[in-house]
């Protein structure tokens, strides 16, 4: 089964940038909607932060919205985040329209 690995997390000072990367272990052949959804704490849901869309188009929270990029090459999608503050902490996990598994996450943590 195709499994979409992720990359990219650390800690950051506000203010600070980070880029996460999300890449499919195989050729799927086509391309997928897939992008990060990403969880702040212990019992909050896991929430939409960015897509890449297989139509071509992407799609924002609008608490992100102008600071976070998502861009892609193929089944491998990059989420570029600027000016990160405390709020933006949780563990953000690569969506992928194709099998909709879950992988461990990356921490992200931003610190005043």
């Known amino acids: 089964q195709v499994r979409f690995v992720e990359s990219g997390g650390g800690t950051v000072r506000s203010g600070g940038s980070l880029t996460l990367t999300c890449s499919a272990s195989?050729?799927?052949?086509?391309?997928?909607?897939m992008g990060w959804h990403r969880r702040q704490g212990p019992g909050k849901q896991r929430e939409m932060v960015a897509?890449?869309?297989?139509?071509?188009g992407t799609k924002y929270a609008s608490a992100v919205k102008d600071r976070f990029t998502i861009s892609r090459n193929r089944n491998t999608v990059y989420l570029e985040m600027r000016n990160l503050i405390p709020e933006d902490t949780a563990i953000y996990y690569c969506?992928?329209?194709?099998?909709?598994?879950w992988g461990q996450g990356v921490q992200v943590t931003v610190s005043a």
């Open positions: 969506f992928n329209d194709l099998n909709r598994n």
């Open positions: 195989e050729n799927v052949g086509r391309l997928v909607t």
């Open positions: 897509l890449s869309l297989d139509s071509g």
